[in-house]
T-cell receptor, first 110, second 113 residues
């Protein structure tokens, strides 16, 4: 059974304090790994899709990387507006249904 | 390009009633998936529709059903509501079945009293 584990569950940072969120997975035949940002009471907002180990993608203060067993979402010099829950999901070869992790709740204090 | 839209945004029902939620995908997207999100269970997949046919189904009781119309718009129905059905119901669209990126709507917050 495909499993996706995100850590930490919650993270508090000071503005400007860089850190990383982790998404580890045990799946067979990874077809894609997705990162989403979700604000309270809203739908997840798409951030990145990664397809193969070694791939990296960047957007503003966010950078996502992928290895064969995990993905990291690096946040550089975060701002309070980066506060949100970050969700990771994987899509595997035999399924059309992405498996979501439980998310990391990030709070950035000014 | 307009994003995924869901109506209504908020809904309050009582136990035993039924409810219908609506989702309009991004223009050109033909696959629509539905999810239930609760604090305790996270995001759980309900079902996926593509070309007006249900292609995949999650582990939910038969009280949860859906359909897709020829314009790719989708509806989800929950009959005989239970307190535990209170959740944020999310719709996501993608270009075609099994393609990678899903784009989510704002959700419908359902409260069952």
């Amino acid at each position: 059974e495909d499993q996706v584990t995100q850590s930490p569950e919650a993270l508090r940072l000071q503005e400007g304090e860089s850190s990383s969120l982790n998404c580890s997975y045990t799946v067979s035949g990874l077809r894609g790994l997705f990162w989403y940002r979700q604000d309270p009471g809203k739908g997840p907002e798409f951030l990145f899709t990664l397809y193969s180990a070694g791939e990296e993608k960047e957007k503003e203060r966010l950078k996502a990387t992928l290895t064969k067993k995990e993905s990291f979402l690096h946040i550089t010099a975060p701002k309070p507006e980066d506060s949100a829950t970050y969700l990771c999901a994987v899509l595997t070869g035999g399924s059309y249904i992405p498996t979501f992790g439980r998310g990391t709740s990030l709070i950035v204090h000014p | 390009k307009a994003g995924v839209t869901q109506t209504p945004r908020y809904l309050i029902k009582t136990r035993g009633q039924q409810v219908t939620l609506s989702c309009s995908p991004i223009s050109g997207h033909r696959s629509v998936s539905w999810y239930q999100q609760t604090p305790g269970q996270g995001l759980q997949f309900l079902f996926e529709y593509f070309s007006e046919t249900q292609r995949n189904k999650g582990n939910f009781p038969g009280r949860f059903s859906g359909r897709q119309f020829s314009n790719s718009r989708s509806e989800m129905n929950v009959s005989t509501l239970e307190l535990g059905d209170s959740a944020l119901y999310l719709c996501a669209s993608s270009l075609t079945q099994g393609t990678d990126t899903q784009y989510f709507g704002p959700g419908t917050r359902l409260t069952v009293l």
